[in-house]
């Protein structure tokens, strides 16, 4: 996403304080309690205990660093909640190298100063070995540096910015970034070709004005125009501050042209304002919104209401989402509705996929450290080896000695030099009633 994309950067305020909550889950069940969320920060409340080296000594550990809170918090929240119940999994089979695996949650508050201050919690107090995280691009390029100094290894479910291919390529992470979202480079294309084959031929732009924006903005344009597009501003981008508060400006400028359609790049809070203004301008009525996985949510939906007519202001909007289509979907869905008791939500697939590759590279590697991790990482997401799908028996192969390829919930997983994987996209739409529905599949160029 998102990236920091950053699915962001509205700053939550430096005064409230990280919310921090660590756990740590036995080897046969999980020991937890329930800790309410920081004042002023919401959210739903997490597993909380006192995890230590003591507890846990030469055990894994690993941490996350995603969005409870700020711009992305309605799409983040559901990933903070996969990363527990994989670790939770790992514990009931016999845990990672002989011993339990300690988890430890940290809010990001989808913003990059408070993703640096925890990354440093995680890397320099806390001493983890890897990392879930971050959603936004913006939270993950301020983590990943002080991830690459203290050799942590950061997997991000959702950062999809494509400055981190080109980075990853110059050797600036030294292997210790991976992801198991594609990046925007696929979904831009993704995106153009669902404009192309709704035959609409001119198309306006809007971004929030982060890593995660522009780069989705370029690679849409160059794909939307390789098609035979027009870009109605594209002498003019129209980029915004994620930490503004009015956009009427910013969304008049997008429709400037009176294209067919407008791409919209967005966080859902910041988003919803800017989709409303559009509205009220009487702007948006004539044109199609193209929407992208960092206002796939029902809350973003919600909170940009409904018109005079009774009906959802984004009632026929399309959008594109990494879609989940691995073997290991099925499982992994059904544990999920088990311990969630709700449907499975978007980039949840992609946070459990994350959290397996850490454990699988760790028993891998026979060591819990951060280089051993890094070092292993294509080791059990590529060929040769056997294919697996359930994290369970993936870790009693490789206690055998064995090779593997894990095949994850969200995809194959098959990760590159440059910690890339490749994926579809769904499509989705919203409804004259509001609610979200996901209606096909669109394939990059």
């Known amino acids: 996403m998102r990236t920091q994309a950053s699915p962001t950067r509205l700053k939550i305020g430096r005064a409230f304080s990280l919310a921090v909550v660590t756990f740590t889950v036995g080897l046969l069940a999980a020991a937890c309690q329930e800790a309410a969320p920081p004042s002023g920060q919401g959210g739903t409340a997490s597993p909380a205990g006192n995890a230590s080296p003591a507890a846990n000594p030469g055990g894994l550990k690993i941490g996350s660093l995603l969005p409870s809170t700020g711009d992305l918090a309605s799409v983040g929240q559901q990933m903070t909640a996969a990363v527990p119940l994989l670790v939770e999994a790992v514990n009931q089979c016999g845990g990672v190298n002989g011993q339990p695996v300690t988890l430890v949650a940290v809010?990001?508050?989808t913003d990059p100063a408070a993703g640096a201050e925890g990354m440093t919690r995680l890397a320099e107090r806390e001493r983890v070995a890897g990392v879930v995280g971050s959603f936004a691009s913006s939270v993950s390029t301020a983590a990943l540096p002080i991830a690459v100094r203290n050799k942590v290894v950061l997997i991000s479910p959702g950062s999809t910015s494509p400055v981190f291919t080109q980075q990853?390529?110059?050797?600036?992470?030294?292997?210790?970034?991976?992801?198991?979202?594609?990046?925007?480079?696929?979904?831009?294309?993704?995106?153009?070709k669902l404009a192309s084959e709704r035959?609409?031929?001119?198309?306006?732009?809007?971004?929030i004005n982060n890593d995660y924006g522009v780069g989705f903005e370029r690679e849409f344009v160059k794909a939307f125009k390789a098609l035979g597009g027009t870009i109605t501003n594209e002498a003019k981008?129209?980029?915004?501050?994620?930490k503004a508060t009015t956009f009427q400006t910013e969304a008049a400028a997008a429709f400037t042209g009176n294209p067919q359609a407008v791409a919209a790049v967005l966080y859902a809070d910041t988003g919803s304002l800017i989709v409303k203004s559009a509205y009220e301008q009487g702007r948006s009525q004539n044109s199609q919104f193209l929407l992208t996985d960092g206002v796939y949510s029902q809350d973003f939906v919600d909170k940009v209401g409904k018109g005079q007519n009774g009906q959802s202001i984004l009632a026929g909007a399309l959008g594109t989402v990494p879609g989940a289509s691995g073997t290991g979907l099925a499982a992994f869905t059904k544990l999920w509705e088990e311990k969630q008791k709700r449907p499975l939500?978007?980039?949840?697939?992609?946070?459990?996929?994350?959290a397996a590759i850490l454990v699988l590279a760790a028993q891998s590697a026979k060591s819990n450290t951060g280089e051993a991790i890094k070092n292993n990482l294509r080791e059990v997401t590529n060929p040769p080896g056997e294919e697996v799908s359930d994290v369970c028996k993936g870790l009693e192969l490789l206690r055998q000695g064995k090779k593997i390829n894990y095949q994850g919930a969200s995809g194959?997983?098959?990760?590159?030099?440059?910690g890339d994987v490749i994926g579809s996209y769904d499509v989705w739409t919203v409804g004259p009633d509001g609610k979200l529905k996901t209606i096909g599949k669109v394939n990059p160029q």
Not at 168 to 188: H, I, L, N, S, V
Not at 345 to 354: E, I, L, R, V
Not at 412 to 418: F, R
């Open 345 to 354: 939500a978007a980039y949840a697939p992609h946070a459990w996929d994350a």
């Open 412 to 418: 194959n997983v098959d990760i590159d030099t440059a």
């Open 199 to 207: 035959n609409l031929k001119t198309a306006g732009t809007i971004v």
């Open 168 to 192: 990853a390529k110059e050797g600036k992470f030294q292997g210790y970034w991976a992801r198991t979202a594609p990046p925007d480079t696929y979904q831009a294309q993704a995106l153009a």
């Open 107 to 109: 809010d990001d508050q």
């Open 237 to 242: 981008p129209t980029r915004y501050d994620p």
